[in-house]
């Protein structure tokens, strides 16, 4: 595993966005993917039954990564250091904590949602 994806970046890849798709298929081709499991949440909570059947399958040949305590006290200070500047989602905050704990890349549309400054973040 190299990348975990923001769920920004397989919605816009859904929805036909170039540089999203052209990542993740080159991404999945080498296996270098994990899934969040917040990841998977959101992207269920935000599709239709098409959308969320494409997911399935890219959900199938990832790993999955969860949530366990440890994850759980990283994010919660990644989201203790966030109150105090730019207030940071909590679901952002277990993203950023799987990405440091497992040492991948977080990729997102989104380079401000992660100022944590101990993980790498890659916009795509």
């Known amino acids: 595993m190299k990348y975990l994806p923001d769920t ?3 919605i816009r890849a859904l929805f036909g966005f170039n540089k999203e ?3 993740l298929n080159k991404a999945f081709s080498k296996n270098e993917v994990a899934i969040s499991v917040v ?3 959101e992207f269920y909570a935000k599709s ?6 494409t997911f399935e399958r ?3 040949v990832a790993p999955i990564l969860g949530i366990d305590l440890i994850t759980a006290r990283v994010a919660a200070d ?5 109150l105090k500047q730019s207030r940071v989602q909590l679901l952002d905050c277990f ?3 799987q990405a440091k704990l497992n040492h991948l890349i977080l990729v997102t549309g989104n380079k401000s949602d992660f100022p944590m400054k ?3 973040v890659k916009k795509v």
């Open 8 to 10: 920004n970046i397989f």
């Open 21 to 23: 798709e052209v990542f």
């Open 39 to 41: 990841v998977i949440g």
């Open 48 to 53: 239709d039954t098409k959308e969320a059947e």
């Open 58 to 60: 890219l959900v199938a």
């Open 78 to 82: 990644y989201r203790k250091q966030s």
């Open 95 to 97: 993203l950023a904590a």
């Open 118 to 120: 101990d993980i790498n």
